[in-house]
């Protein structure tokens, strides 16, 4: 069963020359973007389409490190802390990504879905 869907949209000069990886990216996700703003955006808008999805936003109870992004092959895998999974009871659900870029923009949608 379909429980949320979270869209985002993120310029993707947002995230040129900016000092913000290490406080919302976690290392695997540092490393896999190389700083590259592109690689950056995309994790930034899957992030907030994440908890869009979960119907929070960001809060004290998710945190940007409490998601961590990790690209597949041929789409994005997001994985949340114990914290996280715990207090918005998420353990078992589903999140699809869809990821697409047009000009400058990156657009992230995700849709969360209850198994069971």
């Known amino acids: 069963m379909i429980k ?36 950056l955006a995309i994790l930034w808008s899957i992030k907030e389409a994440v908890v869009k999805s979960i119907g929070t936003g960001f809060r004290e109870n998710i945190l940007w490190k409490d998601i961590e992004v990790i690209p ?23 999140f699809h990504i869809s990821v697409t870029k047009f000009n ?4 992230a949608q995700v849709i969360r879905e209850i198994v069971g």
């Open 104 to 107: 400058n923009l990156i657009f």
């Open 4 to 39: 949320g869907l979270g869209i985002d949209l993120t310029e993707i000069d947002r995230l040129k020359n900016t000092n913000i990886s290490k406080k919302v990216f976690l290392p695997n996700e540092i490393t896999w973007a190389k700083e590259d703003p592109e690689k």
């Open 72 to 94: 597949s092959k041929d789409t994005y895998i997001v994985k949340f802390s114990n914290k996280t999974k715990e207090y918005y009871n998420i353990a078992d659900d589903l």
